[in-house]
């Protein structure tokens, strides 16, 4: 640690210079506003460690919103690269590349699945995993059964189909038409999916863990519940593991936490390319065969560069090594931010899995996420939030006891420096 991040560290403040205050300006004013980036310029990382253009230095308990799990700068997936980048870039979906049919059958071979759709994201995934799941019914059972079923409090991604998946309402606003053929019911209550389910549900679409909803767990039986429901019905089960899937919670999916449920569809992408963009769409025996030549595409999907990487990461993501430190460092966290609690009673609960947490905060301090964590980033580290009352940790997944530690020691400082606000002695 260098003697201006120590003092960073005491004072919780950042430095900036003339070049950092530019490039945000002209960020702010050159990006479409649909977001609100933190006034810094992110430059550099090396394991769950990033620094600013300033050389300030952040520990990363986000992970670009858990997609680069292995952290930054792995050797081994910038040697896979590197190495497909002087070989090939991209062919079509006219022809087969070697990465891409090797990871199509990596991924079947860890999964569920007997074939694979490649595409560039998470919302793209799911669009697979609807269109698909419409077309297996419209041949099977005719176009009347067409209806998905998803939950409140899900998250499925921004394209006008699968925000219409996404049963918020806030994402709605301003943007309808939306698509017909989608019923929500409450996330955890399967009185309620006995309600919605029915001769016209064509798929239901859940997440095993709701992330974006505030970290919210499948509690014991539903998941089992709903694939038991979609049997009846003959309605795929699909689980959008985008931000639960790829070891994230301690096992490859989520889902598995669950004994003896297989479902037709997993989706994933962010973790998946390790930071390249790449998503998946994975299909059982029963749905594989649907989408025939013609009826669905992307150009760029199945990208050599992105394939080649996603490998590697698929390989390490899978390792018991891995695996074991993924349950070690969640358990590490959960009880730093017990001890937290024991000092300043900020919390009302932590839940999740694994190294996907959501620590909600109490009553006295509802509303403060996002507060909380612009205090944490001027202390270095880096923390999200999921809602305005959780504040989410998604650390790389090959994260070491020492870097766990300085993060949350980093936290405990904003933390204190937050609760000194709100008992009056207002900062700044
Ligand atoms: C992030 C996310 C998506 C959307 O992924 P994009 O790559 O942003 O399109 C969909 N579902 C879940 C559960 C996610 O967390």
Redesign the pocket.
């Known amino acids: 640690m260098t003697m201006a991040d120590q003092q960073t560290r005491k004072t919780g403040e950042l430095t900036q210079a003339p070049e950092t205050r530019e490039l945000v300006a002209t960020g702010q004013r050159r990006y479409v506003p649909n977001y609100a980036p933190k006034e810094m310029i992110l430059d550099r990382g090396e394991g769950a460690r990033m620094w600013d253009l300033d050389g300030n230095e952040y520990v990363d308990f986000g992970a670009g ?2 997609v680069t799990s292995l952290g930054h700068g792995d050797p081994e997936l910038a040697e896979a690269l590197s190495a497909q980048a002087s070989r090939l870039w991209h062919i079509s979906n006219l022809y087969f590349a070697e990465p891409v049919v090797r990871l199509a059958d990596e991924l079947c071979e860890a999964s569920f699945a007997d074939r694979v759709f490649f595409c560039n ?6 669009e697979a995993a609807i269109k698909l799941a419409r077309k297996h019914a419209s041949v099977h059972h005719g176009a009347e059964k067409n209806e998905i079923v998803t939950f409140q409090g ?6 006008i189909a ?1 925000v219409t998946a996404t049963a918020q309402p806030k994402y709605h606003e301003g943007f309808g038409p939306l698509p017909e053929g989608f019923r929500y019911c409450d996330y955890n209550d399967v009185a309620a999916l006995d309600a919605a389910i029915g001769e016209r549900t064509c798929a239901v679409l859940v ?1 095993p863990i ?3 909803g505030g970290v919210v767990p499948a509690e014991d039986g539903f998941l089992a519940a709903v694939a038991e429901r979609c049997r009846a019905h003959d309605a795929l089960l699909m689980f ?5 899937g790829l070891s994230r919670t301690g096992r490859l999916f989520a889902y598995q936490w669950e004994e003896g449920i297989v479902p037709d569809v997993v ?1 994933i ?2 973790a998946l390319g390790g930071g390249l ?1 790449i ?1 998946a769409m994975l299909a059982g025996a029963g749905a594989s065969e649907t989408l025939q030549p013609g009826s669905h595409g992307s150009t760029f999907g199945g990208n050599p560069i992105a394939a080649a990487v996603a490998r590697v990461v698929l390989r390490k993501l899978r390792s018991d090594e891995l695996l074991a430190n993924v349950e070690r460092q969640g358990e590490r966290l959960r009880k730093r931010l017990a001890a937290l609690h024991n000092e300043f009673g900020f919390i009302a609960e932590v839940r999740g899995k694994g190294l996907m947490l959501g620590a909600v905060l109490r009553d006295e301090w509802s509303g403060r996420a996002g507060e909380l964590g612009e205090v944490c980033r001027r202390h270095g580290v880096l923390v999200l939030q999921a809602g305005p009352d959780v504040v989410r940790f998604l650390p790389p997944l090959n994260i070491t006891d020492a870097e766990l530690d300085d993060g949350m020691d980093r936290f405990a400082d904003a933390v204190r420096e937050a609760a000194k606000a709100e008992q009056g002695t207002e900062i700044g």
């Open positions: 919103i858990s994201s998470g919302a793209e995934a799911n899900g998250f499925h991604g921004r394209t699968t997440e709701q992330g974006e959008d593991e985008i931000q639960s989706t992408a962010k963009p998503g």
